[in-house]
Protein backbone atom coordinates (compact mmCIF):
# COMPACT_ATOMS: atom_id res chain seq x y z
CA UNK A 1 0.00 0.00 0.00
CA UNK A 2 2.62 2.68 0.69
CA UNK A 3 4.59 1.84 -2.51
CA UNK A 4 1.41 2.01 -4.20
CA UNK A 5 0.85 6.09 -2.53
CA UNK A 6 4.22 6.68 -2.92
CA UNK A 7 4.11 6.33 -6.41
CA UNK A 8 0.06 8.06 -6.49
CA UNK A 9 2.14 10.79 -5.06
CA UNK A 10 4.68 10.97 -7.57
CA UNK A 11 2.74 10.33 -10.54
CA UNK A 12 0.26 13.48 -9.16
CA UNK A 13 3.66 16.02 -8.58
CA UNK A 14 4.52 15.02 -11.99
CA UNK A 15 1.03 16.12 -13.21
CA UNK A 16 1.48 19.15 -11.28
CA UNK A 17 4.84 20.22 -12.91
CA UNK A 18 3.67 19.21 -16.82
CA UNK A 19 0.71 21.80 -15.65
CA UNK A 20 3.26 24.77 -14.57
CA UNK A 21 4.82 23.60 -17.79
CA UNK A 22 1.47 24.56 -19.60
CA UNK A 23 0.36 27.35 -18.03
CA UNK A 24 3.55 29.51 -17.52
CA UNK A 25 5.72 28.85 -20.61
CA UNK A 26 7.67 31.98 -20.49
CA UNK A 27 8.89 30.69 -16.91
CA UNK A 28 12.66 30.56 -17.04
CA UNK A 29 13.77 27.11 -17.65
CA UNK A 30 16.08 27.14 -14.84
CA UNK A 31 13.67 27.64 -12.57
CA UNK A 32 11.51 24.76 -14.06
CA UNK A 33 14.57 22.38 -13.94
CA UNK A 34 15.19 23.36 -9.80
CA UNK A 35 11.47 22.86 -9.01
CA UNK A 36 11.15 19.23 -10.80
CA UNK A 37 14.59 18.32 -9.07
CA UNK A 38 13.39 19.89 -5.49
CA UNK A 39 10.88 16.95 -5.89
CA UNK A 40 13.37 14.02 -6.26
CA UNK A 41 11.59 13.44 -10.05
CA UNK A 42 14.36 12.73 -11.44
CA UNK A 43 16.29 14.50 -14.69
CA UNK A 44 14.04 16.80 -15.79
CA UNK A 45 13.21 16.08 -19.06
CA UNK A 46 14.50 18.28 -22.14
CA UNK A 47 12.56 21.42 -23.15
CA UNK A 48 11.27 20.23 -26.66
CA UNK A 49 12.02 22.35 -29.61
CA UNK A 50 13.20 21.96 -33.20
CA UNK A 51 16.96 22.57 -33.98
CA UNK A 52 17.55 22.46 -37.72
CA UNK A 53 17.68 25.80 -38.94
CA UNK A 54 14.28 24.86 -41.00
CA UNK A 55 12.75 23.82 -37.67
CA UNK A 56 13.68 26.93 -35.71
CA UNK A 57 12.54 29.12 -38.76
CA UNK A 58 8.78 27.49 -39.17
CA UNK A 59 8.66 27.69 -35.78
CA UNK A 60 9.75 31.79 -35.81
CA UNK A 61 7.14 32.27 -39.24
CA UNK A 62 4.34 30.85 -36.94
CA UNK A 63 4.67 32.88 -34.09
CA UNK A 64 5.33 36.25 -36.77
CA UNK A 65 2.38 35.17 -38.61
CA UNK A 66 -0.90 37.37 -37.30
CA UNK A 67 -4.32 38.31 -38.68
CA UNK A 68 -4.17 41.79 -39.38
CA UNK A 69 -6.52 44.00 -37.36
CA UNK A 70 -8.47 45.54 -40.24
CA UNK A 71 -9.32 42.46 -42.62
CA UNK A 72 -11.00 42.19 -45.97
CA UNK A 73 -14.73 41.12 -46.37
CA UNK A 74 -15.00 41.15 -50.17
CA UNK A 75 -12.39 40.47 -52.89
CA UNK A 76 -13.00 41.00 -56.61
CA UNK A 77 -10.85 39.15 -58.99
CA UNK A 78 -10.48 39.25 -63.10
CA UNK A 79 -9.92 38.43 -65.50
CA UNK A 80 -7.91 35.91 -66.98
CA UNK A 81 -9.56 32.24 -66.12
CA UNK A 82 -8.91 28.66 -67.49
CA UNK A 83 -8.18 25.19 -67.50
CA UNK A 84 -4.68 23.95 -66.59
CA UNK A 85 -3.60 21.21 -67.67
CA UNK A 86 -0.80 19.35 -65.91
CA UNK A 87 1.74 16.52 -66.94
CA UNK A 88 5.08 15.97 -67.70
CA UNK A 89 6.79 17.59 -69.98
CA UNK A 90 9.12 15.54 -71.59
CA UNK A 91 6.75 12.72 -71.32
CA UNK A 92 4.50 14.85 -73.91
CA UNK A 93 7.20 15.85 -76.09
CA UNK A 94 8.10 12.52 -76.64
CA UNK A 95 4.76 11.38 -77.62
CA UNK A 96 4.70 13.98 -80.02
CA UNK A 97 7.21 12.20 -81.50
CA UNK A 98 9.69 15.27 -80.67
CA UNK A 99 13.76 14.67 -79.79
CA UNK A 100 16.18 17.01 -77.47
CA UNK A 101 17.87 19.47 -79.84
CA UNK A 102 19.42 22.55 -79.14
CA UNK A 103 17.05 25.30 -77.10
CA UNK A 104 15.85 28.38 -78.34
CA UNK A 105 13.27 30.81 -76.96
CA UNK A 106 10.57 31.94 -79.32
CA UNK A 107 8.60 34.88 -78.16
CA UNK A 108 5.65 33.19 -80.00
CA UNK A 109 5.71 29.23 -80.96
CA UNK A 110 4.14 28.64 -84.35
CA UNK A 111 4.95 24.71 -84.36
CA UNK A 112 5.71 21.76 -82.93
CA UNK A 113 9.38 22.41 -83.40
CA UNK A 114 8.74 26.16 -81.74
CA UNK A 115 7.42 24.30 -78.39
CA UNK A 116 10.53 21.64 -78.31
CA UNK A 117 13.32 24.55 -78.77
CA UNK A 118 11.43 27.26 -76.22
CA UNK A 119 10.21 24.12 -73.70
CA UNK A 120 14.31 23.00 -74.02
CA UNK A 121 15.59 26.47 -73.67
CA UNK A 122 13.71 27.20 -70.30
CA UNK A 123 13.83 23.57 -68.69
CA UNK A 124 17.89 23.95 -68.98
CA UNK A 125 17.50 27.20 -66.59
CA UNK A 126 14.94 25.83 -64.44
CA UNK A 127 13.11 28.67 -65.21
CA UNK A 128 9.24 29.32 -65.65
CA UNK A 129 8.00 30.62 -68.72
CA UNK A 130 4.72 31.56 -70.41
CA UNK A 131 3.94 31.82 -74.36
CA UNK A 132 1.65 32.06 -77.02
CA UNK A 133 0.34 29.44 -79.62
CA UNK A 134 -0.15 31.26 -82.86
CA UNK A 135 -1.67 28.00 -85.07
CA UNK A 136 -5.24 27.14 -83.85
CA UNK A 137 -4.73 23.78 -85.71
CA UNK A 138 -1.74 22.74 -84.14
CA UNK A 139 -2.34 24.05 -80.66
CA UNK A 140 -5.85 21.86 -80.30
CA UNK A 141 -4.07 18.90 -82.00
CA UNK A 142 -1.85 19.28 -79.23
CA UNK A 143 -4.28 19.90 -76.54
CA UNK A 144 -5.78 17.19 -77.35
CA UNK A 145 -2.97 14.58 -76.85
CA UNK A 146 -2.07 16.59 -73.59
CA UNK A 147 -5.68 16.37 -72.44
CA UNK A 148 -6.21 12.30 -72.81
CA UNK A 149 -2.45 11.56 -71.89
CA UNK A 150 -2.10 9.04 -69.08
CA UNK A 151 -1.82 11.13 -65.50
CA UNK A 152 -2.67 14.03 -67.36
CA UNK A 153 -4.37 16.47 -64.38
CA UNK A 154 -7.26 19.08 -65.16
CA UNK A 155 -6.94 22.37 -62.48
CA UNK A 156 -8.13 25.82 -62.04
CA UNK A 157 -6.45 28.13 -63.99
CA UNK A 158 -4.95 31.38 -64.96
CA UNK A 159 -3.82 34.01 -62.84
CA UNK A 160 -7.28 35.72 -61.41
CA UNK A 161 -8.99 32.10 -60.97
CA UNK A 162 -6.16 31.01 -58.85
CA UNK A 163 -6.06 33.73 -56.85
CA UNK A 164 -9.79 33.96 -56.42
CA UNK A 165 -9.49 29.99 -55.32
CA UNK A 166 -7.21 30.61 -52.70
CA UNK A 167 -8.48 33.38 -51.31
CA UNK A 168 -12.08 31.33 -51.14
CA UNK A 169 -10.70 28.75 -49.02
CA UNK A 170 -11.08 31.40 -46.05
CA UNK A 171 -15.10 31.06 -45.21
CA UNK A 172 -14.98 34.36 -43.97
CA UNK A 173 -14.27 36.23 -47.33
CA UNK A 174 -16.87 36.75 -50.01
CA UNK A 175 -15.23 36.26 -53.64
CA UNK A 176 -16.40 37.53 -57.20
CA UNK A 177 -14.22 36.01 -60.17
CA UNK A 178 -14.82 37.65 -63.56
CA UNK A 179 -13.11 35.89 -66.56
CA UNK A 180 -14.00 33.22 -69.38
CA UNK A 181 -15.52 30.74 -67.44
CA UNK A 182 -16.38 27.15 -69.12
CA UNK A 183 -18.20 24.09 -67.81
CA UNK A 184 -15.06 22.34 -66.41
CA UNK A 185 -13.53 25.11 -64.96
CA UNK A 186 -16.75 26.28 -63.01
CA UNK A 187 -16.55 22.28 -61.85
CA UNK A 188 -13.32 22.66 -60.16
CA UNK A 189 -14.39 26.01 -59.10
CA UNK A 190 -14.69 26.82 -55.19
CA UNK A 191 -18.25 26.65 -53.92
CA UNK A 192 -17.32 29.99 -52.04
CA UNK A 193 -16.31 31.53 -55.18
CA UNK A 194 -19.48 33.62 -57.24
CA UNK A 195 -18.99 34.10 -60.83
CA UNK A 196 -21.42 36.29 -62.24
CA UNK A 197 -23.80 34.61 -65.39
CA UNK A 198 -22.15 37.04 -68.12
CA UNK A 199 -18.89 35.47 -67.32
CA UNK A 200 -19.74 32.04 -68.23
CA UNK A 201 -19.30 30.27 -71.56
CA UNK A 202 -19.97 27.32 -73.53
CA UNK A 203 -16.34 26.31 -73.56
CA UNK A 204 -13.18 26.17 -71.82
CA UNK A 205 -10.24 27.57 -72.43
CA UNK A 206 -7.44 25.35 -71.77
CA UNK A 207 -3.57 25.93 -70.94
CA UNK A 208 -1.04 23.04 -70.95
CA UNK A 209 1.31 23.17 -68.39
CA UNK A 210 4.39 21.13 -68.68
CA UNK A 211 6.21 20.42 -65.69
CA UNK A 212 9.45 18.81 -64.72
CA UNK A 213 11.11 17.94 -61.78
CA UNK A 214 14.82 18.85 -60.19
CA UNK A 215 17.59 16.99 -62.27
CA UNK A 216 15.36 15.64 -64.76
CA UNK A 217 17.21 14.54 -67.82
CA UNK A 218 16.50 14.83 -71.49
CA UNK A 219 19.09 13.56 -73.73
CA UNK A 220 22.21 15.92 -73.12
CA UNK A 221 19.64 18.10 -70.68
CA UNK A 222 19.64 18.46 -67.38
CA UNK A 223 16.78 20.50 -65.50
CA UNK A 224 18.51 22.85 -62.04
CA UNK A 225 14.97 23.09 -60.80
CA UNK A 226 11.69 22.12 -60.89
CA UNK A 227 9.62 24.48 -63.02
CA UNK A 228 7.15 24.37 -65.70
CA UNK A 229 6.53 25.78 -69.51
CA UNK A 230 3.22 26.81 -69.58
CA UNK A 231 1.63 27.65 -73.27
CA UNK A 232 -2.02 27.93 -74.89
CA UNK A 233 -3.76 29.67 -77.57
CA UNK A 234 -6.16 31.74 -75.60
CA UNK A 235 -7.97 34.33 -77.29
CA UNK A 236 -10.52 35.63 -74.71
CA UNK A 237 -7.82 35.73 -72.27
CA UNK A 238 -5.95 37.10 -74.66
CA UNK A 239 -8.31 39.95 -75.53
CA UNK A 240 -9.08 40.32 -71.79
CA UNK A 241 -12.70 39.97 -73.19
CA UNK A 242 -13.76 40.36 -69.31
CA UNK A 243 -12.57 43.33 -68.36
CA UNK A 244 -15.50 45.41 -69.13
CA UNK A 245 -17.89 42.85 -66.95
CA UNK A 246 -15.47 42.52 -64.42
CA UNK A 247 -15.51 46.79 -63.60
CA UNK A 248 -19.45 46.51 -63.87
CA UNK A 249 -19.77 44.30 -61.39
CA UNK A 250 -17.94 45.71 -58.98
CA UNK A 251 -20.66 47.96 -58.02
CA UNK A 252 -23.11 45.39 -57.25
CA UNK A 253 -20.31 43.08 -55.19
CA UNK A 254 -18.60 46.14 -52.90
CA UNK A 255 -15.49 44.43 -52.67
CA UNK A 256 -12.57 46.32 -50.53
CA UNK A 257 -9.61 44.57 -52.64
CA UNK A 258 -9.52 44.18 -56.18
CA UNK A 259 -6.77 41.93 -57.63
CA UNK A 260 -6.09 42.20 -61.68
CA UNK A 261 -4.42 40.13 -64.13
CA UNK A 262 -4.16 39.28 -67.41
CA UNK A 263 -2.18 41.45 -69.36
CA UNK A 264 0.35 39.42 -70.32
CA UNK A 265 -2.15 37.25 -72.28
CA UNK A 266 -2.01 40.24 -74.54
CA UNK A 267 1.24 39.69 -76.14
CA UNK A 268 -0.65 37.16 -78.83
CA UNK A 269 -2.63 40.44 -79.91
CA UNK A 270 -1.25 43.24 -82.55
CA UNK A 271 0.55 46.53 -81.41
CA UNK A 272 -2.48 48.29 -82.09
CA UNK A 273 -5.11 46.82 -79.90
CA UNK A 274 -2.50 46.07 -77.00
CA UNK A 275 -2.57 49.66 -76.84
CA UNK A 276 -6.07 50.29 -77.44
CA UNK A 277 -6.73 47.79 -74.89
CA UNK A 278 -4.04 49.23 -72.26
CA UNK A 279 -5.84 52.74 -72.75
CA UNK A 280 -9.06 50.54 -71.76
CA UNK A 281 -7.78 49.06 -68.66
CA UNK A 282 -6.36 52.44 -67.35
CA UNK A 283 -10.00 54.00 -67.97
CA UNK A 284 -11.52 50.81 -66.13
CA UNK A 285 -8.70 51.15 -62.97
CA UNK A 286 -9.67 54.87 -62.80
CA UNK A 287 -13.83 53.88 -62.99
CA UNK A 288 -12.73 51.32 -59.60
CA UNK A 289 -14.13 53.57 -56.51
CA UNK A 290 -11.56 55.51 -54.26
CA UNK A 291 -10.01 54.40 -51.18
CA UNK A 292 -10.26 50.34 -52.48
CA UNK A 293 -7.04 49.30 -53.68
CA UNK A 294 -6.36 47.92 -56.80
CA UNK A 295 -3.37 45.12 -56.75
CA UNK A 296 -1.81 43.77 -60.77
CA UNK A 297 -0.20 40.51 -60.85
CA UNK A 298 2.19 40.19 -63.40
CA UNK A 299 3.36 37.22 -65.02
CA UNK A 300 6.48 36.07 -68.07
CA UNK A 301 6.65 37.91 -70.96
CA UNK A 302 8.77 38.67 -74.21
CA UNK A 303 7.34 41.86 -75.56
CA UNK A 304 9.30 44.50 -74.51
CA UNK A 305 7.12 47.40 -75.89
CA UNK A 306 4.06 45.56 -74.09
CA UNK A 307 6.05 45.83 -70.48
CA UNK A 308 7.38 49.18 -71.11
CA UNK A 309 3.77 50.10 -72.10
CA UNK A 310 2.29 48.83 -68.85
CA UNK A 311 4.95 50.70 -66.92
CA UNK A 312 4.78 54.31 -69.00
CA UNK A 313 0.96 54.32 -70.05
CA UNK A 314 -0.12 54.98 -66.60
CA UNK A 315 -1.01 51.08 -65.27
CA UNK A 316 1.48 51.46 -62.89
CA UNK A 317 0.01 54.57 -61.53
CA UNK A 318 -3.09 53.42 -61.10
CA UNK A 319 -2.31 50.59 -59.19
CA UNK A 320 -2.29 49.95 -55.53
CA UNK A 321 0.26 46.98 -55.29
CA UNK A 322 2.32 44.73 -57.79
CA UNK A 323 3.16 40.64 -57.48
CA UNK A 324 5.78 39.49 -60.06
CA UNK A 325 8.72 37.04 -59.61
CA UNK A 326 12.16 37.86 -60.59
CA UNK A 327 11.95 36.47 -64.29
CA UNK A 328 9.41 39.43 -64.64
CA UNK A 329 11.61 41.68 -62.67
CA UNK A 330 14.44 41.95 -65.07
CA UNK A 331 12.40 42.23 -68.02
CA UNK A 332 10.67 45.14 -66.23
CA UNK A 333 13.46 47.11 -65.76
CA UNK A 334 15.20 46.04 -69.03
CA UNK A 335 11.83 47.16 -70.74
CA UNK A 336 12.17 50.50 -68.75
CA UNK A 337 15.67 51.03 -68.89
CA UNK A 338 15.72 50.81 -64.93
CA UNK A 339 19.11 49.92 -62.52
CA UNK A 340 20.44 46.59 -63.56
CA UNK A 341 19.23 46.73 -67.03
CA UNK A 342 22.08 45.66 -69.11
CA UNK A 343 22.07 42.57 -67.06
CA UNK A 344 21.12 39.78 -69.60
CA UNK A 345 19.72 37.07 -66.86
CA UNK A 346 19.97 36.21 -63.67
CA UNK A 347 23.21 34.48 -62.53
CA UNK A 348 21.49 31.55 -60.06
CA UNK A 349 19.90 33.00 -57.24
CA UNK A 350 19.02 36.31 -58.13
CA UNK A 351 21.14 38.88 -56.05
CA UNK A 352 19.02 40.28 -52.80
CA UNK A 353 20.96 43.78 -53.54
CA UNK A 354 20.01 44.15 -57.07
CA UNK A 355 16.69 43.18 -56.75
CA UNK A 356 16.25 45.51 -53.95
CA UNK A 357 17.68 48.49 -56.05
CA UNK A 358 15.38 47.57 -59.16
CA UNK A 359 12.31 47.48 -56.36
CA UNK A 360 13.38 51.07 -54.57
CA UNK A 361 13.70 52.68 -58.61
CA UNK A 362 10.04 51.25 -59.40
CA UNK A 363 8.58 52.97 -56.26
CA UNK A 364 10.63 56.15 -56.45
CA UNK A 365 10.22 56.80 -60.23
CA UNK A 366 6.46 55.77 -60.59
CA UNK A 367 4.90 54.85 -57.14
CA UNK A 368 3.22 57.58 -54.87
CA UNK A 369 5.25 60.60 -53.79
CA UNK A 370 4.42 64.16 -52.62
CA UNK A 371 5.27 64.89 -56.31
CA UNK A 372 3.42 62.71 -58.39
CA UNK A 373 -0.39 61.52 -58.35
CA UNK A 374 0.15 57.36 -58.18
CA UNK A 375 -1.60 54.86 -56.68
CA UNK A 376 1.35 52.25 -56.09
CA UNK A 377 2.54 51.60 -52.72
CA UNK A 378 3.40 47.91 -52.57
CA UNK A 379 5.73 45.28 -54.51
CA UNK A 380 5.63 41.93 -53.25
CA UNK A 381 8.45 39.99 -55.06
CA UNK A 382 9.09 36.38 -54.93
CA UNK A 383 11.87 33.97 -56.43
CA UNK A 384 12.47 30.49 -55.06
CA UNK A 385 14.80 30.59 -52.29
CA UNK A 386 13.40 34.25 -50.99
CA UNK A 387 10.62 36.75 -51.06
CA UNK A 388 10.86 40.85 -50.72
CA UNK A 389 7.84 43.00 -49.63
CA UNK A 390 8.62 46.50 -50.81
CA UNK A 391 6.45 49.51 -49.70
CA UNK A 392 5.97 52.96 -49.47
CA UNK A 393 5.70 54.09 -45.54
CA UNK A 394 2.81 54.92 -44.09
CA UNK A 395 0.25 53.33 -46.51
CA UNK A 396 0.43 49.20 -45.40
CA UNK A 397 0.68 47.55 -41.91
CA UNK A 398 1.37 43.51 -40.93
CA UNK A 399 3.69 43.71 -43.87
CA UNK A 400 6.17 41.63 -41.49
CA UNK A 401 3.60 39.12 -41.45
CA UNK A 402 2.60 39.14 -45.14
CA UNK A 403 5.70 38.33 -46.20
CA UNK A 404 6.01 35.34 -43.74
CA UNK A 405 3.40 34.38 -44.97
CA UNK A 406 3.54 33.93 -48.71
CA UNK A 407 6.77 32.26 -48.00
CA UNK A 408 4.90 29.71 -45.90
CA UNK A 409 2.49 28.62 -48.36
CA UNK A 410 5.41 28.79 -51.17
CA UNK A 411 6.60 25.44 -48.96
CA UNK A 412 3.47 23.93 -47.74
CA UNK A 413 1.60 24.18 -51.13
CA UNK A 414 4.59 22.97 -53.27
CA UNK A 415 5.02 19.93 -51.14
CA UNK A 416 1.04 19.62 -50.78
CA UNK A 417 1.11 19.71 -47.09
CA UNK A 418 -1.03 21.63 -44.40
CA UNK A 419 1.89 22.62 -42.33
CA UNK A 420 6.10 22.81 -43.36
CA UNK A 421 7.19 19.46 -43.32
CA UNK A 422 10.73 20.19 -42.04
CA UNK A 423 11.94 17.00 -43.38
CA UNK A 424 10.82 17.53 -46.85
CA UNK A 425 11.87 21.41 -47.37
CA UNK A 426 15.06 23.05 -47.24
CA UNK A 427 17.35 26.64 -46.68
CA UNK A 428 18.54 28.06 -49.78
CA UNK A 429 18.66 31.60 -49.51
CA UNK A 430 22.23 33.21 -49.26
CA UNK A 431 23.63 33.53 -45.87
CA UNK A 432 24.43 36.64 -46.43
CA UNK A 433 23.68 39.52 -48.51
CA UNK A 434 24.09 43.26 -49.13
CA UNK A 435 20.95 44.95 -48.82
CA UNK A 436 22.12 47.50 -52.24
CA UNK A 437 24.35 47.93 -55.02
CA UNK A 438 23.35 51.29 -56.09
CA UNK A 439 24.53 52.25 -52.95
CA UNK A 440 26.27 52.16 -49.24
CA UNK A 441 23.85 49.08 -48.34
CA UNK A 442 24.15 47.00 -45.46
CA UNK A 443 25.14 43.38 -45.03
CA UNK A 444 22.86 40.59 -43.70
CA UNK A 445 23.85 37.71 -42.23
CA UNK A 446 20.47 34.92 -41.88
CA UNK A 447 19.58 34.07 -38.77
CA UNK A 448 16.89 31.53 -38.94
CA UNK A 449 15.59 32.46 -35.41
CA UNK A 450 14.79 35.79 -36.85
CA UNK A 451 13.72 34.66 -40.31
CA UNK A 452 12.08 38.70 -41.25
CA UNK A 453 14.66 40.93 -41.98
CA UNK A 454 14.03 44.69 -42.55
CA UNK A 455 16.01 47.41 -44.09
CA UNK A 456 14.61 51.19 -45.30
CA UNK A 457 16.00 53.75 -47.66
CA UNK A 458 14.36 56.97 -48.14
CA UNK A 459 10.82 56.69 -47.14
CA UNK A 460 10.76 52.51 -48.32
CA UNK A 461 10.70 50.05 -46.14
CA UNK A 462 12.29 46.27 -47.49
CA UNK A 463 11.08 43.07 -45.63
CA UNK A 464 13.02 39.89 -46.57
CA UNK A 465 12.59 36.10 -45.67
CA UNK A 466 14.17 33.29 -46.93
CA UNK A 467 11.59 30.44 -48.44
CA UNK A 468 11.55 26.76 -46.98
CA UNK A 469 12.37 25.25 -50.57
CA UNK A 470 9.96 21.77 -51.48
CA UNK A 471 12.72 19.19 -52.40
CA UNK A 472 10.47 17.02 -54.39
CA UNK A 473 7.77 19.73 -55.24
CA UNK A 474 3.95 17.70 -56.20
CA UNK A 475 3.05 20.97 -58.38
CA UNK A 476 4.69 24.35 -58.86
CA UNK A 477 1.88 25.73 -60.93
CA UNK A 478 0.47 28.82 -59.64
CA UNK A 479 2.86 29.23 -56.67
CA UNK A 480 3.33 33.03 -57.57
CA UNK A 481 -0.62 33.66 -57.33
CA UNK A 482 -0.77 31.57 -54.06
CA UNK A 483 1.90 33.23 -52.90
CA UNK A 484 0.50 37.00 -53.67
CA UNK A 485 -2.63 35.96 -52.54
CA UNK A 486 -1.21 34.79 -48.94
CA UNK A 487 0.84 38.31 -48.73
CA UNK A 488 -2.09 40.27 -49.33
CA UNK A 489 -4.80 38.22 -47.27
CA UNK A 490 -2.31 39.15 -44.44
CA UNK A 491 -1.50 42.86 -45.51
CA UNK A 492 -3.44 45.75 -44.29
CA UNK A 493 -4.21 48.91 -45.84
CA UNK A 494 -3.85 52.29 -43.86
CA UNK A 495 -7.89 53.74 -43.85
CA UNK A 496 -6.57 57.02 -44.72
CA UNK A 497 -5.16 55.46 -48.22
Known amino acids: MALWRGSAYAGFLALAVGCVFLLEPE ?48 VAVGVNACVDVVLSGVKLLQALGLSPGNGKDHSVLHSRNDLEEAFIHFMGKGAAAERFFGDKETFHDIAQVASEFPGAQHYVGGNAALIGQKFAANSDLKVLLCGPVGPKLHELLDDNVFVPPESLQEVDEFHLILEYQAGEEWGQLKAP ?16 NMLEVFVSSLEEF ?11 MMEGQSKELQR ?85 WILKEHGRSKSRASDLTRIH ?44 VSLRAPQEFMTSHSEAGSRIVL ?36 ISAEGLFYSEVHPHY
Open 381 to 424: FHTLVYHILATVDGHWANQLAAVAAGARVAGTQACATETIDTSR
Open 27 to 74: LPGSALRSLWSSLCLGPAPASPGPVSPEGRLAAAWDALIVRPVRRWRR
Open 276 to 360: KRLLEVVTSISDIPTGIPVHLELASMTNRELMSSIVHQQVFPAVTSLGLNEQELLFLTQSASGPHSSLSSWNGVPDVGMVSDILF
Open 447 to 482: NPNKPVVEWHREGISFHFTPVLVCKDPIRTVGLGDA
Open 254 to 264: QPDLVVLSGLH
Open 225 to 240: HANRFIFSHDLSNGAM
